[in-house]
Nanobody, 117 residues
Framework: QGQFVESGGGLVQPGGSLRLSCAAS????????MAWYRQAPGKQRELVAT???????SYADSVKGRFTISRDSAENTVSMQMNSLKPEDTGVYYC???????????WGQGIQVTVSS
């Protein structure tokens, strides 16, 4: 059973940076596509960034050029560097893992990111 622990969230001023990390255990990490989602108050959860098991990354238009997703297979972690943060980036960020073999999906518990002056 996969377990995921997110870290790195918090309060930051507009224009600032944060780095989110998600540590995975209990899965064969290299066989999972990883992603970050976020959910703002009163809104649906939305996909922010993905990285395949092979390392190919893609981003929502709203974060392109500002966010960078990466993975470390030695440490079983997926990270996301968030720069030039805007108030609209505020929300709970969730780590997601999908098996390339079985399509089983796991979610982290979520971590709060607040961008405010």
């Amino acid at each position: 059973q996969g377990q995921f622990v997110e870290s790195g969230g918090g309060l930051v001023q507009p224009g600032g940076s944060l780095r989110l990390s998600c540590a995975a255990s209990g899965i064969r990490f290299r066989f999972y596509n990883m992603a970050w989602y976020r959910q703002a108050p009163g809104k649906q959860r939305e996909l922010v960034a993905t990285i395949t098991s092979g390392g190919s990354a893609s981003y929502a238009d709203s974060v392109k050029g500002r966010f960078t997703i990466s993975r470390d297979s030695a440490e079983n972690t997926v990270s996301m560097q968030m720069n030039s943060l805007k108030p609209e980036d505020t929300g709970v960020y969730y780590c997601n893992a999908i098996s390339t073999q079985t399509a089983v999906s796991y979610w982290g518990q979520g971590i709060q990111v607040t961008v405010s002056s």
